[in-house]
């Protein structure tokens, strides 16, 4: 069962890679309007915020998204290496199984031995949720009812902040797991009653896709390889004597590309 990212919110020093951000932040989403968040002050939608706050007297510049635009957001935002994360929410959502019961899977939670976690319940007719952990941790867990278009779901989500969610993110830029690998790694740190297990955790994904890991790794080092050689690149173009067979080498490789994609 696939993980998706439903909230990430990134943060940078940097004005410059905040601004490239941001425009492209509106083909999101329509309904930009004024905005606040904390001590941030900027434009938001339904879904998505960006402003501009004062930390240690210097400028510091935050974007975040909630729900289904949060993966698109993560998606722009691999390019900018200049951000970090404070928070990342990872979950998977499921149709609710039959006579489910919010109250049986808090009972069974405290009674499991060894869960030195706090975890509480809120009950509400409109759905009710189950907490693992405790808020002010970097990992904190919910399970709770949804209603997606008159179906009833139940969605598990893991909360991850403070340096586990910068830890997070690196790892998701860095291509060496996939959120859905990360999300499973980190539902270990939670004692999870079995119903919970069965529902989102057991199957043939509950492993790392070791061979896309392979993959990601190795077109990573050789374009991190490929861009160092910007220098020697260009000290060999201006030179009189190697200039021309490296323009022309150049040119040959963009024929190519442009060959293959027209």
């Given amino acids: 069962m696939r993980a998706y990212i439903d909230y990430i919110r990134l943060a940078a020093w940097d004005q410059s890679p905040y601004l490239k951000l941001v425009s492209r932040l509106y083909s999101l ?3 930009w309007r004024p905005g606040r968040f904390l001590q941030y002050s900027g434009k938001k939608t339904d879904h998505l915020f960006h402003g501009v706050g004062v930390q240690n007297n210097r400028r510091h510049y935050l974007i975040q998204s909630s729900g289904d635009l949060s993966s698109g957001l993560a998606a ?49 007719d409109t759905g009710s949720t189950v907490y693992f952990g405790n808020r002010t941790s970097d990992t904190f867990a919910r399970l709770y009812q949804k209603e997606i278009d008159r179906d009833r779901f139940i969605r598990f989500e893991i909360e991850v902040k403070g340096v586990t969610a910068a830890n ?21 740190r939670f004692s999870l009653p ?19 890991i392979r993959e990601a790794k190795a077109k990573n080092d050789r374009l991190n390889w490929f861009l160092g050689l910007e220098s020697t690149i260009m000290l060999m173009l201006n030179d009189h004597t190697t200039g021309p067979t490296i323009k022309d080498f150049l040119e040959r490789c963009l024929e190519h590309v442009d060959g293959r994609t027209a």
């Fill in 29 to 31: 989403e329509k309904g």
């Fill in 168 to 188: 997070v993110w690196q790892t998701i830029m860095n291509l060496e797991y996939r959120p859905t690998a990360i999300y499973r790694n980190l539902a270990t």
């Fill in 76 to 124: 722009m935002a691999m390019n900018y290496a200049q951000f970090y994360c404070t928070r990342i929410d990872l979950q998977t959502t499921i149709k609710e199984p039959e006579n489910y019961e919010p109250m049986a899977i808090y009972d069974t939670l405290k009674a499991i031995p060894g869960n030195n976690r706090k975890s509480s319940i809120v009950l509400s």
């Fill in 194 to 212: 079995e119903e919970v297990v069965e529902w989102f955790f057991d199957g043939d994904d509950s492993k790392p896709d070791i061979d896309y």
